[in-house]
């Protein structure tokens, strides 16, 4: 036990200098018997060996594999760490993850609310680095450009012995990058999670804390997200579901079935018009909606807008499109409109890891009476504070909900 403590504090020690990439190979680091499992005498001798090489003028190992070998035993229990990404494609991991290339901001969300150490993120998507007010520790890290048509250059030469894209959305464009790293870097592991969807969101974060060795920090995430999904889960009866429209970005743009946003209405208590609609985001007649007569009508802003979410504290201009919404032909008859339950939502809070946030203020918004006690705000606050580590107010910083 002793041991094992003292290995564990040697490895948190070391941890706080900057990786050092080292190729992955099919062998535990410090393994001297080659049996596949780490003794506390084979990773204490890998110890000294670096020890004696560092301050002795030995010849022995480097500091990457006794803080490999170091964080393998005490944390992994001396034996490789089995891993399954969303995609279904088991991976065997031999040493941690020391620098990773992340493609999608959902997945780079999710790493900093398990508590990853910003120091192992090498790269990141160009989106991501755009989000300079949410994501400031990776200002200055190397932008691979977008998930469609990334530089495969730049994210080579980072040196990646991990790269993360989505599992179910632009499949196409993943599968290539895929393809074309594995051929081009021999041990790369490329995972595939997507970090946005309510129903595999537990499991994902669950996969991505074990392979990164934040399994605790992990589950402390995952309670609190379980906790904010249930309160919403408990669900409301058909019969006082109010009808919801939902409007994209585009004017008499709709989501059906297939569409995330339909499935947050759903657990917010609503139910969507549209949801039987051929395609996932059908633009509708406009004659459609009157005749439909929402009573609760939902408008998402964010995308191309530079206003609202983490950007500013602009209640203006959701005003403003609250009001072109008003003033839409026929829009006087709706129930919405009669009842003042025509609400503005920002994309950032509504969608990627943090859709459970904006689902919790749409149940506020869709079902008041049955989430009376719900509290989004203070959710979405420690979110921000506890697992997003960010000095960001929401009462005085940001703007996601009108009115």
Same mark, same amino acid.
Request: charged fraction near 20%.
């Given at each position: 036990?002793?041991?094992?403590?003292?290995?564990?504090?040697?490895?948190?020690?070391?941890?706080?200098?900057?990786?050092?990439?080292?190729?992955?190979?099919?062998?535990?680091?410090?393994?001297?018997?080659?049996?596949?499992?780490?003794?506390?005498?084979?990773?204490?001798?890998?110890?000294?060996?670096?020890?004696?090489?560092?301050?002795?003028?030995?010849?022995?190992?480097?500091?990457?594999?006794?803080?490999?070998?170091?964080?393998?035993?005490?944390?992994?229990?001396?034996?490789?760490?089995?891993?399954?990404? +969303?995609?279904?494609?088991?991976?065997?991991?031999?040493?941690?993850?020391?620098?990773?290339?992340?493609?999608?901001?959902?997945?780079?969300?999710?790493?900093?609310?398990?508590?990853?150490?910003?120091?192992?993120?090498?790269?990141?998507?160009?989106?991501?680095?755009?989000?300079?007010?949410?994501?400031?520790?990776?200002?200055?890290?190397?932008?691979?450009?977008?998930?469609?048509?990334?530089?495969?250059?730049?994210?080579?030469?980072?040196?990646?012995?991990?790269?993360?894209?989505?599992?179910?959305?632009?499949?196409?464009?993943?599968?290539?990058?895929?393809?074309?790293?594995?051929?081009?870097?021999?041990?790369?592991?490329?995972?595939?999670?997507?970090?946005?969807?309510?129903?595999?969101?537990?499991?994902?974060?669950?996969?991505?804390?074990?392979?990164?060795?934040?399994?605790?920090?992990?589950?402390?995430?995952?309670?609190?997200?379980?906790?904010?999904?249930?309160?919403?889960?408990?669900?409301?009866?058909?019969?006082?579901?109010?009808?919801?429209?939902?409007?994209?970005?585009?004017?008499?743009?709709?989501?059906?079935?297939?569409?995330?946003?339909?499935?947050?209405?759903?657990?917010?208590?609503?139910?969507?018009?549209?949801?039987?609609?051929?395609?996932?985001?059908?633009?509708?007649?406009?004659? +459609?909606?009157?005749?439909?007569?929402?009573?609760?009508?939902?408008?998402?802003?964010?995308?191309?807008?530079?206003?609202?979410?983490?950007?500013?504290?602009?209640?203006?201009?959701?005003?403003?499109?609250?009001?072109?919404?008003?003033?839409?032909?026929?829009?006087?008859?709706?129930?919405?409109?009669?009842?003042?339950?025509?609400?503005?939502?920002?994309?950032?809070?509504?969608?990627?890891?943090?859709?459970?946030?904006?689902?919790?203020?749409?149940?506020?918004?869709?079902?008041?009476?049955?989430?009376?006690?719900?509290?989004?705000?203070?959710?979405?606050?420690?979110?921000?504070?506890?697992?997003?580590?960010?000095?960001?107010?929401?009462?005085?910083?940001?703007?996601?909900?009108?009115?």
């Amino acid at each position: 036990m002793m041991r094992t403590i003292l290995l564990a504090a040697l490895a948190a020690l070391l941890f706080l200098a900057v990786p050092v990439s080292a190729a992955d190979t099919d062998s535990l680091p410090g393994d001297a018997d080659g049996d596949g499992t780490l003794t506390g005498d084979e990773v204490s001798a890998t110890v000294l060996a670096y020890l004696d090489a560092a301050y002795m003028g030995g010849t022995g190992t480097d500091r990457t594999e006794a803080l490999d070998a170091a964080q393998v035993y005490a944390f992994w229990g001396g034996r490789p760490k089995i891993v399954t990404d +969303s995609a279904g494609k088991t991976a065997t991991l031999y040493r941690p993850l020391r620098r990773i290339v992340v493609c999608n901001g959902e997945t780079l969300e999710t790493l900093r609310s398990i508590g990853l150490d910003a120091g192992r993120v090498v790269a990141v998507d160009k989106y991501s680095l755009e989000k300079s007010s949410f994501f400031p520790e990776y200002q200055g890290k190397t932008n691979i450009g977008s998930i469609w048509s990334p530089d495969m250059e730049k994210i080579v030469t980072a040196r990646p012995d991990a790269v993360f894209l989505y599992a179910t959305i632009s499949t196409a464009a993943c599968d290539d990058i895929q393809q074309k790293l594995e051929a081009t870097v021999p041990g790369i592991h490329v995972f595939r999670f997507d970090c946005f969807k309510p129903a595999t969101y537990a499991d994902e974060v669950r996969a991505i804390a074990a392979m990164t060795g934040r399994e605790e920090r992990g589950e402390a995430f995952i309670a609190f997200y379980e906790s904010a999904m249930n309160t919403i889960r408990d669900g409301v009866p058909d019969a006082d579901r109010p009808r919801v429209y939902f409007e994209y970005w585009i004017d008499y743009r709709t989501v059906a079935r297939n569409a995330g946003y339909n499935e947050k209405i759903g657990l917010a208590g609503g139910v969507n018009p549209y949801s039987g609609e051929s395609t996932d985001y059908p633009d509708i007649d406009p004659e +459609s909606v009157i005749a439909n007569n929402p009573q609760v009508v939902v408008k998402l802003a964010g995308q191309g807008l530079e206003f609202g979410g983490y950007a500013g504290h602009d209640l203006d201009s959701f005003a403003r499109i609250r009001s072109a919404l008003l003033l839409r032909p026929g829009w006087t008859t709706l129930d919405a409109v009669k009842n003042n339950r025509v609400y503005v939502i920002h994309s950032d809070i509504l969608g990627g890891a943090q859709h459970f946030i904006g689902t919790a203020y749409l149940a506020k918004i869709i079902s008041p009476e049955r989430f009376g006690t719900l509290d989004p705000q203070a959710i979405h606050q420690r979110y921000l504070t506890d697992f997003q580590g960010i000095d960001f107010d929401l009462a005085t910083q940001g703007a996601f909900v009108y009115p």
